[in-house]
């Protein structure tokens, strides 16, 4: 019995991969590195993963009842691959990503948003970052964030460890 649970789960996770065609870009090691430094120096403010429906009704309807600091990584995720750059090539995107959170986290300001105006009211600024995260540890926090929320259609691959 225990044998055909176990195989019945294996063949799912099969099955369930095949939908997912993780792209050469991805290098799980970076995304690791990545979300260590994240969870480290960035989650004093910033939580790493709310889905998104929930997200959305605690800003537009719900006058951020569960207290945010700071938007969420995985919407930082969405926001960034969707105002940021060229969407159709990812070893590019990836460049103009990386641009864009070095200037963010490197000299935070409000002009600089990437995020709606009706989530950014609930904030205080961020503080620069500089002398607290080097210019590769951004790399690898541009290589999480890229990676941990998807975007309809353009970029699928949903925070997910078990297909990663
Ligand atoms: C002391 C709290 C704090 C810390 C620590 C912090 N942030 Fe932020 N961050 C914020 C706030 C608040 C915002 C919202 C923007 C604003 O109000 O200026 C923000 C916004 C951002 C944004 C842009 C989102 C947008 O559209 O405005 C990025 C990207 C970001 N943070 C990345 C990081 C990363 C990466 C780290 C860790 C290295 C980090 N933050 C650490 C508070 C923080």
Redesign the pocket.
């Known amino acids: 019995m225990k044998f055909f649970i176990t195989s019945i789960l294996l063949i799912s996770a099969l099955i369930a991969n095949d939908d997912y065609e993780i792209p050469q870009e991805f290098d799980k090691q970076t995304y690791e590195i990545g979300q260590d ?2 969870e480290q ?2 989650t ?3 939580v790493k993963f709310i889905d998104m429906n929930t997200v959305v009704r605690n800003f537009f309807h719900e006058n951020n009842n569960m207290n945010l ?3 969420t990584a995985n919407q ?1 995720s969405f ?2 691959k969707q105002q940021i750059g060229d969407k159709s090539d990812i070893e590019f995107h990836l460049f103009e990503t990386n641009d ?2 070095k200037s ?2 490197l000299d ?3 002009s ?4 709606l105006d009706g989530v ?1 009211e609930y ?5 620069s ?1 500089r002398g ?2 080097s210019e590769e ?2 790399e690898q ?1 541009n290589h999480f ?1 890229y990676f941990l929320e998807g975007f309809n259609g353009i970029n699928e691959h949903f925070h997910d460890e078990t297909i990663f």
Do not use: Q, S, W
């Open positions: 430094i994240f120096k960035c004093t403010c910033h600091k700071a938007p930082i926001r960034l864009y959170l963010y986290v935070p300001n409000r600089k948003t990437i995020c950014i904030f205080d600024g961020m503080p970052m607290i995260v540890e951004i926090l964030l």
